[in-house]
T-cell receptor
Framework: GEDVEQSLFLSVREGDSSVINCTYT??????LYWYKQEPGAGLQLLTY?????DMKQDQRLTVLLNKKDKHLSLRIADTQTGDSAIYFC???????????FGQGTTLQVKP | DAGITQSPRHKVTETGTPVTLRCHQT?????MYWYRQDPGHGLRLIHY???????DKGEVSDGYSVSRSKTEDFLLTLESATSSQTSVYFC???????????FGDGTRLSIL
């Protein structure tokens, strides 16, 4: 079945770049998403990429998609303490509208 | 998201009691979803709806039922709550099948 894998934890210093990685299994996924969850809150949509794209940039966020390797990454430039949160990768299942989520990566930003 | 609200936000109840969680949206969106979030599992889909009275099971549907009698409300019911259903429950919505899902703030449910 479909599966999405992420590393569980990443620690960076304020001002550095952060790269969060994700692998997925469903080659028919049409969209891939990144969500951010702050403590006690719901999931906030950060960005998403259509499966026929290789890259998408949105201010400090860059998404890279390697469809051959089924690998997705999220780069946050100039990481700030306010970026500390859990980041979820999710793939859409074609024709269903359903999402499969990874376990989430906790990003810790040290001052 | 301001357009989607969950109630209650917190609930503590006892094993064996029925529990209903409500998700309300004001966006007239067609699709609605219920997830549970547990450590180490990310979010797992319980049930979803693709229209009024149209619902289907997700990957962890056992012990849960849903109803959608009108577009704006999607109810999740635990007929007889068990301690394994202690979790944080999230509702989500979207208007079109290719749009991203937008989430409510969650309901923290504890079953003692």
């Amino acid at each position: 079945g479909e599966d999405v894998e992420q590393s569980l934890f990443l620690s960076v210093r304020e001002g550095d770049s952060s790269v969060i990685n994700c692998t997925y299994t469903d080659s028919s996924s049409t969209y891939l998403y990144w969500y951010k969850q702050e403590p006690g809150a719901g999931l906030q949509l950060l960005t998403y990429i259509f499966s026929n794209m290789d890259m998408k940039q949105d201010q400090r966020l860059t998404v890279l998609l390697n469809k051959k390797d089924k690998h997705l990454s999220l780069r946050i430039a100039d990481t700030q303490t306010g970026d500390s949160a859990i980041y979820f990768c999710a793939e859409s299942i074609e024709g269903t509208g359903k999402l499969i989520f990874g376990q989430g990566t906790t990003l810790q930003v040290k001052p | 998201d301001a357009g989607i609200t969950q109630s209650p936000r917190h609930k503590v109840t006892e094993t064996g009691t029925p529990v209903t969680l409500r998700c309300h949206q004001t966006e007239n969106h067609r699709y609605m979803y219920w997830y549970r979030q547990d450590p180490g599992h990310g979010l797992r889909l319980i049930h979803y709806s693709y229209g009024v009275k149209d619902t289907d099971k997700g990957e962890v549907s056992d012990g849960y039922s849903v109803s959608r009698s009108k577009t704006e409300d999607f109810l999740l019911t635990l007929e007889s709550a068990t301690s394994s259903q202690t979790s944080v429950y999230f509702c989500a919505m979207k208007g079109d099948i290719n749009q991203p899902q937008h989430f409510g703030d969650g309901t923290r449910l504890s079953i003692l």
